[in-house]
């Protein structure tokens, strides 16, 4: 078979993965045992003879004082492999063109060498630079923003005075990563920040922009799904009280959508459109686990701009009709994801404290659905409070059902906030005083909404006004997390007969084994010693890798004499410290009776 047939027609079989198992230990990692290359007669290793050629364009710079970010353009030759980066007291391997090296001394001046690495471990010369972080670093673009900023490095990082967090009741959804401190790290699918510090628009700066939003984030896509997302919106009220943010966005919402392919805006139909043309010229690498960048909205009387570490990536030509706005982050299944820096830009501005409590689905009553009960802690100290829930009808349209809403002895007509959804659902608000303390300093206030019709809840939560926030309210839990262990990623084996894909083979004749260590989405790879193939539980490859990152190899395997039947290929990838656990996956191959 055509090399390169069989290349693509590797790319589309599915891939058998194995498990791979981490062990950690506190002691000296272990002196690797040497491997001897051995192939079995039957088997024959197809080597690559192409020349390990070092990376070009090395560049550093530094995200913050005691940080460098290196980043680099691979040559020819390696995409199969991957990188060694080496500085003072430290070596890492990566599959990826970029990494960040945290904890620096901020006055030394750092030599970093970035070194390709093949298949079977053969290293490059090295590309060279260095730089003294503190030198290197500039803090300017935190000039326009207001003070203070908000740094995710503590459990006061989400204190309800500057955020409300929409995490569905997931109590283990937000976590902090010891890098440079700490830094908030997401650990669900679906995760909203909303931010109480508003947005106001002012005169336009040097730049022309009358509003910002920035922050440092390295996701979206670190989960490895591919398709994560992170949603920088812009929400005029009442939109800021809706719980997750869905599509269709508000009518007047501005939303940058980041993934893990570039960016884009998304902006509600109540937002004129203008003749603005905002020129593009930056490009966007996919996320990298743990390598920060800086992300930055921008507002233009005219237009809207998203860059990334101050390269245009997207615009949209609107002139927004607001002037105050409350901004939110929105993370969709982009678990992983970390972040450390935010605020805003535009007129000088205070937060707006406010919490949220998360009430859920209710419980379905004759006409009417229990969303439950608001604990007396959670009102002490507060001025008003906002029932908000997604309603869904059971038949017709819903803002055709009256709908009341009952808070602490009191009732108010639901309000629909304006939303281009279906007719069967919508969100309601309704806004109350908070109830006269009750003789039981204890008791709880109830939630109930009350139809002419029958309806269900989607989800529903209160928002309390906390302007005088006491001291003990309780803050989103956030709990300590250790870098993940670095690890042996799983192969993927490929199994093709030279006649062609088929799942049975014919008697005789040859088949291609290819072994690849694919790229995933991690901070850093543990190094590869060598890869062993079993036939039917006997060895037939083992192959010394001499500390590789990854690669690709390929293999083949005579069948004569290979009875009829069901036989079975088991891969192992051996790492060079074996505390990270073998990466194995296996393939099974028939041959007919003919």
Same mark, same amino acid.
Do not use: C, M
């Given at each position: 078979m055509e090399r390169g047939k069989l290349i693509a027609w590797i790319g589309g079989l599915a891939v058998i993965a194995g498990t791979v /198992? =981490?062990?950690?230990?506190?002691? =000296? *990692? %272990?002196? %690797?045992?040497e491997l001897t290359r051995f192939l079995d007669q039957r088997v024959e290793y197809v080597a690559d003879s192409t020349a390990v050629r070092e990376p070009t364009g090395l560049r550093l710079t530094a995200p913050d004082r005691t940080s460098l970010r290196a980043t680099w353009t691979a040559t020819d030759g390696v995409a199969h492999g991957g990188f060694e980066v080496r500085w003072p007291g430290g070596v890492r391997l990566v599959r990826t063109t970029e990494t960040e090296l945290a904890d620096l001394d901020a006055d030394t001046d750092v030599v970093v060498e970035v070194r390709a690495v093949d298949g079977l471990g053969r290293r490059s010369s090295p590309a060279v630079a260095n730089a003294v972080p503190r030198l290197l670093h500039d803090d300017s673009w935190d000039l326009p923003l207001v003070k203070p900023l908000d740094v995710f490095d503590g459990p006061e990082a989400l204190s309800p005075r500057r955020w409300r967090v929409f995490d569905g009741g997931n109590a283990d959804c937000l976590g902090l990563r010891p890098l440079n401190g700490k830094r908030l790290e997401v650990g669900c699918? $679906?995760?909203?920040?909303?931010?109480?510090?508003p947005l106001r628009l002012g005169e336009p700066g040097p730049d022309g922009a009358v509003g910002r939003v920035v922050l440092t984030t390295d996701g979206p896509g670190a989960a490895g799904a591919g398709d994560g997302e992170l949603l920088v919106a812009l929400l005029p009220g009442p939109f800021p009280d809706i719980g997750r943010l869905t599509r269709p966005f508000p009518p007047d919402a501005v939303v940058l959508r980041i993934t893990s392919y570039g960016a884009d805006f998304d902006v509600g139909p109540g937002v004129p459109t203008t003749s603005r043309v905002v020129p593009i010229g930056g490009t966007s690498l996919p996320p990298t686990p743990g390598v920060r960048h800086r992300w930055e909205l921008r507002v233009l009387p005219d237009a809207v701009v998203a860059l990334r570490d101050g390269e245009a990536l997207a615009a949209a030509s609107v002139a927004v009709p607001w002037t105050v706005v409350q901004p939110r982050l929105a993370f969709r299944n982009a678990r992983h994801t970390q972040l450390d820096v935010f605020g805003v830009g535009g007129a000088p501005t205070a937060p707006a404290p406010a919490s949220v409590v998360p009430l859920g689905l209710g419980t379905v009553q004759a006409e009417a659905v229990a969303l439950g009960t608001v604990p007396a802690g959670r009102l002490e100290g507060g001025r008003s409070a906002r029932v908000t829930a997604s309603v869904i009808a059971v038949s017709g349209d819903v803002r055709d059902v009256p709908i009341t809403v009952e808070f602490g002895g009191r009732s108010a007509p639901a309000r629909f906030m =304006?939303? !281009?959804?279906?007719?069967?659902? +919508? $969100?309601?608000? =309704?806004?109350?005083p908070l109830p006269e303390p009750s003789a039981d300093p204890l008791a709880d206030t109830a939630v109930r909404l009350r139809g002419t019709q029958k309806f269900l809840v989607n989800d529903s939560h209160v928002v309390v006004d906390d302007q005088r926030l006491p001291a003990g309210r %309780?803050? *989103?839990?956030?709990?300590?997390?250790?870098? %993940?262990? /670095?690890r042996v990623v799983t192969p993927n084996v490929v199994v093709v007969h030279d006649t062609g894909p088929s799942d049975v083979f014919p008697r005789g004749g040859r088949a291609r084994l290819v072994v690849e260590l694919p790229a995933e989405p991690v901070r850093e790879v543990a190094a590869i010693k060598g890869i062993e193939v079993d036939l039917d539980d006997r060895r037939?490859?083992?192959?010394?890798? !001499?500390?590789?990152? !990854? !690669?690709?190899?390929?293999?083949?395997l005579d069948l004569a004499g290979l009875p009829s039947g069901r036989h079975r290929v +088991? /891969?192992?990838v051996l790492p060079m410290d074996e505390r990270a656990g073998a990466g194995t996956a296996d393939r099974s191959f028939e041959i007919g009776a003919g």
């Open positions: /198992v =981490a062990l950690r230990h506190d002691s =000296a *990692p %272990p002196t %690797p045992v699918d $679906v995760l909203d920040l909303q931010s109480n510090v =304006a939303s !281009g959804g279906s007719d069967k659902s +919508a $969100v309601l608000y =309704a806004d109350f %309780p803050l *989103p839990r956030l709990t300590d997390r250790d870098l %993940p262990d /670095v037939i490859v083992t192959l010394p890798t !001499g500390g590789s990152v !990854g !690669g690709r190899h390929e293999f083949v +088991a /891969v192992r």
